[in-house]
Structure formats: structure tokens, C-alpha cells
């Protein structure tokens, strides 16, 4: 029997705009679509959700006729790119937004962990929490009281959990909000890559128990991660998403393989600069240069493990500005993150004007000979991404690359850190 069907479902978003500008259309849209159950009247052609290539429409199909099937007891995985569309198909899924066009028919209690904080109110503590995810699940608070004990063991948060949440940690509230949702007996668990904010022996607790919710309990499990090992420990099948349209389903070993390979093949050689997509209007990028040069390919060979990295453009008012860079392995699991801003809070502050950025960064000290692909963006530091791009650099280290001794300037170089 299937626990949840999707059916012809796409999800379209106007670029830039929240709603459709004016009351009247709003009207007229709910009133053709629930009341004369018509298509929505102001849906309109619109691109494909690539954002390596630049929007030649105001509006972009986040999903497109997605049709696939999970049969009850079922552990998938949902895998793609960045931009590929997973986070959007779980937040239909989980009724956080509704889909243009298809239908979704899910059986069961929809336990969902889309991000950090999911569900919680920052400030109620933790107690409270927990009987007000209860609640709206539908249980008891007679079986809520059953479960509490249990809860706030699996998370580890017993010291404080009479504390306001809004003092806990990202990842103390990753480990509450993973235990509330698995353990409110749901009969359909949603898990974004959220579990990446969590330490590795909470991640290693939390894929146990959603092994156990599965296989023990025949609940329904979907799971999304760049982490391919923990998706392969996980799920016995996989759906990969590209441009928000399915790609591929099939068995989980499969699915990664078809993934990380046309992932690692992806980049053709070509101008860095032209795979990098400003997100605002008020930004224009004029160059991308990687020690010195405008590719998107580069080898370092022993001793060498720097990157110069300049970003140039204009921006049209007043912000703060950060670069951030992710580096990735050949099987697209995150290994670093360097930001300025997280490092000793710094930041460019541009005011109408020309601006450059540059970071000197050194790889981290312990990789191997190798492919990596790092992805680089400005970013508002802490509010929002002024760019978007998707492993839009690869790095090759070759030459029996070895860091011991290599003398280390810690004033000039930033490191790449998690």
C-alpha cells in the first residue's frame, strides 16, 4: 500500500514578489482555484529552476510534474544539487505551502524536520515544546506525558529543558526537535539535512532511530542529505532531483551512483564568472578570479594549497558583505565552510559603490590527492545569500599532496572550519 502519492505536482514562484501585487488578483486566484476548481488563472510559462544559467522569465518552476509513489514502511532518500528542488517538494509534503498545480495523498500523522527550529516557539522551553508538538499532532496529553521521559533522553537536553528554547543551541534544538518528531509516533517522518547541524554521535543516534522507526515500527521515512554515506546506511530507495524535476528512481545504491557521477561531470571548463547568479537586482557581478585566473578549474600540485579568491561587482545601496566558501568532496558530502564573519566577525561594507573582495584561503590540513568542488557566495552575513552557485569550482590536488611541513601564516590565510 502506498503511504504517500505525488501526482503531477509543480510548484511555480514569482521572482521577486511575495504575492500577485493586488488584492483583485489574489481574489480571483482563490476564487478559480477552490471554489471553480480551475487552474490558477495567473500561472504563466516560466523557466527552469537552473541557477547556473541566468532567469529569462519573471517566474521559475521550483518543481515540475513530479509523479513518484512510497509505498508504507519505505526508507527514501531524496538527493540532488542545491537549487534541485528536495526542501520544496518536503514542505508540500508537509503542507508548509501548497503546490500550483498536482495533488499529494499522504496516510497518516506527517512528523516533519524541515530546518532548525522547526515547529518550535522560541519562547516557550523545551517542556512546553514538546506538549504543544504533541497537541497539534493530534495526541494526548496523556500519551505526550508517556513519551516526554523518553524525548528528553534521546535529545540530551534534560538540564534544560524548563529553559525558553530561544537560549539553546542550533544543535540542542536539531536533537529536541528530532526527538520530538520521532518519537510522537507519526506514521510519515520528514527529515531535511538539518541532522548536519548535529555532532557526528548525535547523527549516528539519530539514522539508528529512524532505522528503527522503519524496520520495527513500518513507518515511512523521507530523508534528505548531502551526506551520500548516511544515505546509503539509510534508505532502500532514492529519487534524484535536477532543475526540480525528477531525474531518476530506483534502488538507493543506484541513485547515488547515477548522482555523484553526474556531479563530478557537471563543470565544464569554462569562465567561473559565468556561474555565478546574483539573487538581487541591487547586485551586479562584474568578475570571479581564482588565483588570478577567470576558470573554473584549477590544479594545485605540492606544496601548493592556496586559493586567492576575488570576487568584483557593484552594489546598488548600503550592507554588509561576506564571501562564504564550501568545499565538497567527489561524493558531494561537506567537509569545510570558511566565512570571514565567522571567524573573527568582520565583514566588506560596501556603500553604493565598486566593491572587491578578497580572501586568501588555504585547504585544510589531512586531504588527499583529489577532486574537490568548492561553491562560492556572497552573503548579507546571517540574514541572506546575495548570490547562488553550485560547485561552480573544481580544485584538483595532485603530486603526493602532503601538508606536513608546510610553514603556516595564520595572519595572512583563513582556514577552512566547520
Known sequence: MNAIEFENISKQYKLGYISSKTLSQDLNRWWAMHVLRKEDPMLKIGSVNNRAEKADSDYV????????NIEQGDVVG??????????TLLKLLSRVTAPTTGEIRARGRIASLLEVGTGFHLELTGRENIYMNG??????????????????????????????VKRYSSGMLVRLGFAVAAHLDPEILVVDEVLAVGDAEFQKKAIGKMQDVSKGEGRT???????????????????LLRDGMVAATGGIGEIVDLYTKNNNAFIAKGKISDKIMSLTTDLVINEVLVNGLD????????????LQIQVSGHYAGKINMDMEVLIYDDNDVLISKFARSLKDGKTEIVNDSDFLITRNIRFPDGLTDGVYYLQIDLTHPKISYLTRSNGMLKVTLSANYTP????????????FCI
Not at 530523508?223 to 532514492?238: T, Y
Open 295 to 306: 576558470t573554473n578549474e584549477v590544479e594545485l600540485i605540492y606544496p601548493s594549497r592556496d
Open 78 to 87: 531524496i538527493i540532488g544539487k542545491n537549487g534541485a528542488g528536495k526542501s
Open 221 to 239: 521515512v523521507l530523508f534528505v542529505s548531502h551526506n551520500m554515506a548516511s544515505i546509503r546506511a539509510l534508505c532502500k530507495h532514492g529519487v
Open 61 to 68: 518552476w521550483a518543481l515540475r510534474d513530479i509523479t513518484f
Open 135 to 164: 497537541s497539534i499532532m493530534g495526541m494526548t496529553k496523556a500519551e505526550i506525558k508517556r513519551k516526554f521521559d523518553e524525548i528528553v533522553d534521546f535529545a540530551g537536553v534534560e538540564r534544560y529543558v524548563d529553559t525558553p
Open 404 to 415: 606536513q611541513g608546510i610553514p603556516v601564516d595564520r595572519k595572512t590565510f583563513g582556514y
